[in-house]
């Protein structure tokens, strides 16, 4: 069989982009045995110059520079592309109109995870953009049909700065956990019926055993997405 290469604009941050190379490796040694892993091939980026331009609402030049990388993976070689962030799918559209090669989306790849569960309602976690700007939270809704609550404004200020303060510094509280924890708790009282942690690295922070509802980690659905598609 051929293998496709995977493209993936990574370093936003690398610790989930550690986490991605991660997951792709093991899951396609487990499809494939032997020592078998991912032909792939990894742009990283100095997340600092990224942070800066995202909280400076620079979106603009933010978008410039996914271009760029996403065209210097297809030249490298990369057979598709996948963008190891969800708030940088903000982006996702231009960078697929400027190649000719597929990318996969994460938000796709989270939601068709979610319907095949037979879920509807679905609580959101992630940082600001991605939890009250309609790039995600609309696709969600708009093509996927899916009931998107996240938190209340207080407590998305909550995980949007554990995400940038901790997380992406490889930083974990237990205290934060707990936060994190109590949010969930309260999303589920709301009625969601699973929650979708919609960054990177909040997978670093909690993982099923902190909820009583299914949780969605778009890292590794993203990253097992794309070797079955690299495998196809």
């Known amino acids: 069989m051929t293998m496709k ?23 396609v040694k487990t499809r494939l045995g032997g020592l ?16 800066q331009l995202q909280h ?22 990369a057979d598709f592309v996948i963008i190891c962030t969800n708030t940088m799918h903000k982006m996702a559209d ?10 996969l989306h994460i938000a796709d790849a989270t939601a068709e995870a979610i319907r095949a569960q037979g ?19 609309g696709r969600l809704t708009d093509k996927f049909g899916l009931d998107v609550l996240v938190p209340a404004r207080p407590e998305r200020q909550v995980v949007h700065d554990i995400i940038y303060d901790e997380l992406c510094l490889g930083v974990t509280k237990p205290d934060s956990r707990a936060q994190y924890r109590q949010i969930m708790a309260e999303m589920v009282a709301a009625g969601a019926e699973g929650i979708i942690l919609g ?17 969605f980690d778009t890292t590794v659905i993203h990253a097992e997405t794309a070797v079955a598609y690299a495998l196809t």
């Open 199 to 215: 960054c990177t690295e909040i997978g670093l922070l909690v993982n099923q055993e902190d909820s009583s509802v299914p949780l």
């Open 119 to 137: 879920l509807n309602k679905i609580g959101l976690l992630g940082t600001n953009f991605t939890m009250e700007e309609a790039f995600y939270k």
């Open 56 to 77: 400076a609402g620079n979106w603009a030049e933010a978008t410039r520079m996914m271009i760029q990388a996403g065209r210097q993976l297809e030249r490298g070689g």
């Open 94 to 103: 231009d960078v697929q109109a400027a190649i000719t090669i597929p990318l």
């Open 36 to 51: 078998h892993s991912a032909k792939s091939l990894m742009f990283s980026f100095d997340f600092e110059e990224i942070e």
């Open 5 to 27: 290469t995977i493209g993936l604009i990574g370093g936003m941050s690398w610790e989930s982009s550690l986490e991605y190379y991660r997951i792709i490796n093991e899951t």
